[in-house]
T-cell receptor, first 115, second 113 residues
């Protein structure tokens, strides 16, 4: 069964460093998302992406964040200058390709720790 | 209270019992989805119910939706130890695909063998 994959599974970085989190959405999906979950808190929406542009973003998704679909399969989230409060689990999701168009399928997550 | 609040926050039952989790939301929705998350792991999609549906079944799962009360419930019948996880409801508000999901706080379910 197709699934969303994410790399790396864990990343440790120093405050101020740039990180790139990578995702491979389900191949026939058209909509891509990033969410995050700070430890012990609920999952929060960051951004959605469709047709090679951002379709919606939350107030969390400020100028430090950017997303890109550099080729036909990868979807990346870049954090330019990480802060301690960026430590969280980051989930990629995709939807919109046959079956139930609204169902969002999530990857296993990347656990980011900023020191 | 915020969109997508579950209760109870924690539920502990014995294997074989049924588990019921509730979710309330505040704004109008297009659909409501339930997810499971094992400790520290990813989100697994369980079931989606649309705003024009009242009840849906999938295996041992039964979901109800009451749009007049802005609430949903997830029933897991004949629970197993492997059902131990956090369960989240998430509301989708958009008319089309691509809309954000708004998650609740989650219910931590423990099924004791």
């Amino acid at each position: 069964e197709p699934e969303v994959t994410q790399t790396p599974s864990h990343q440790v970085t120093q405050m101020g460093q740039e990180v790139i989190l990578r995702c491979v959405p389900i191949s026939n999906h058209l909509y891509f998302y990033w969410y995050r979950q700070i430890l012990g808190q609920k999952v929060e929406f960051l951004v959605s992406f469709y047709n090679n542009e951002i379709s919606e973003k939350s107030e969390i998704f400020d100028d430090q964040f950017s997303v890109e679909r550099p080729d036909g399969s990868n979807f990346t989230l870049k954090i330019r200058s990480t802060k301690l409060e960026d430590s969280a689990m980051y989930f990629c999701a995709s939807s919109g390709g046959g079956g139930s168009w609204e169902t969002q399928y999530f990857g296993p997550g990347t656990r980011l720790l900023v020191l | 209270s915020q969109q997508g609040e579950e209760d109870p926050q924690a539920l502990s039952i014995q294997e074989g019992e049924n588990a019921t989790m509730n979710c309330s939301y505040k704004t109008s929705i297009n659909n409501l989805q339930w997810y499971r998350q094992n400790s520290g792991r990813g989100l697994v999609h369980l079931i989606l119910i649309r705003s024009n549906e009242r009840e849906k079944h999938s295996g041992r799962l039964r979901v109800t939706l009451d749009t007049s009360k802005k609430s949903s419930s997830l029933l897991i019948t004949a629970s197993r130890a492997a059902d131990t996880a956090s369960y989240f409801c998430a509301t989708g508000g958009g008319e089309t695909s691509g809309s954000r999901l708004t998650f609740g706080e989650g219910t931590q379910l423990t099924v004791n063998p």
